[in-house]
């Protein structure tokens, strides 16, 4: 099938090239000339396990085209698939000029029935807004009877596995208009989905509010996991608690699970902080509190000054003399995102205390780099208190504590030994609770994690006669 993606970053590039992988011919559009010329000289432009060989491998094949030009683009496809970024408005909602940018180009230079995705995350009404906008554009040609469809086709993907992800997906979620367009639509959908779900039927077909309410919903709903845990967390530290213990304790009750139940520096990345007060915006427009998710969102807030908050607490509040390396930049592993990545959060706090920062990060050093001079532009000179470094053992040289953000399988079992012999203290704030407080006793590091501060009961000395519960807790 000819199919067309109309945006080429993380959704875009990866549907598009996975999609090509499947025997369709793929146009992939951006309005970014560099990005275009990037992909086009063999470059990609994201750092995403795997991607690089399935784009170097259907751009050989001739499946796979990139370009900057819109009618074309519109020319190609009968599939339209809008993966355009969302970002925040000023008051959180979500900005949709991209998306109706895009509608209205394909409006513009439609010549014959065209399916046209959203495949961007969009509030409810929104693809009634890209019909709207596509039909005006159709009156001005003159063309009012030109036949097309809306369809949402929000995508789950996650930033580290995303081709994963996407060519193995747990669900596809599509919503259609209940009428004979919409009908000729989802048989086309059918069409491009149809290798997903050779092994076992995985399409909802619903209609577009739900399916656009959906995706929000998903994406609130492990939010509010993540705050929840986080504030548990927080508590387990004035407790005496193990918020791992307790993930454990309530996880392995089957209504909860085990998933996303890690407490942390807080969410960041391109999705769930936007998506959140998205959310909330669309219902206080229909009159609505959403009083969970305000609350998931402000939980999240202050969560991503839980390290900072914690190296004061230890050093106070001037932290000038001080270098601390920091492992960890991209709001998760396996990806050189920083959008709304924690440790920005955490880098502004130690540099306008004072502090230096020595930094690693095994892919996004450059992407940090970039967005930080946009975060500093009132106090450039600041960044010059950041000395970015190839390997992760080279950021303790003559530091203060290890501050750990992202939680890269690198930094899993690293060399203890190493790390004391080096610090200036043996001293670990781990923003990711990748270690086992008990080990690090042993090996004699002070180690400061979140929720993981329990005084470990020794175990229950026999006495005749008596009997104690394994959970008595003697420290009280
Ligand atoms: P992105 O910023 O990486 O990419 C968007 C691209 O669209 C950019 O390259 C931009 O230049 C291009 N663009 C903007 N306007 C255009 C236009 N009129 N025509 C052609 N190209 C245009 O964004 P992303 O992370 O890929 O997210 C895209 C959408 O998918 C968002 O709504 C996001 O919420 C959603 N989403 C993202 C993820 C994720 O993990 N990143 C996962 C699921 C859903």
Redesign the pocket.
Known sequence: MNITI?????????TGACLAELGNTVFC????AR?IDTLNAGEVP?YEPGLKDIIERNSAAGRLIFS?D?KA?VAHGDVQFI?????PDEDGS?DLK??L??AR?IGKHMDRFKVIVN????PVGTAQRVRQAVTEELAQRDLPRLEFAVVSN??????GS?VEDFMHPDRIVIGVEDDATGARAQGLMRAVYAPFTRNHERTFYMDVISAELT?YAANAMLATRISFMNELANLADKVGADIELVRQGIGSDPRIGYSFLYAGTGYG???FP??VQALSRVASRFGHKLNVLDAVDAVNDSQKRVLADKVVDRFGDDLSGRTFALWGLAFKPNTD?M?EAPSRVLIRELLTRGARVRAHDPVAIKEAQRVLARDFTNAPRLLEHITYVERAMDALSDADALLIVTEWKAFRSPDFAAIRARLKQPLIFDGRNLYEPALMREAGIDYRAIGRSSRIPPPPEPVAGARQTSWQHSGW
């Open positions: 109309i945006g080429s970053g993380y959704v875009g590039l990866v559009l951006d309005v970014d990005k994201i900057t819109v683009s993966a355009v970024g969302t970002p979500a991209h998306v940018a895009a180009n495949k961007s995350t969009v929000p995508e789950f993907l996650k930033e995303a995706k990345g391109s999705c936007k998506d995102d959008r």
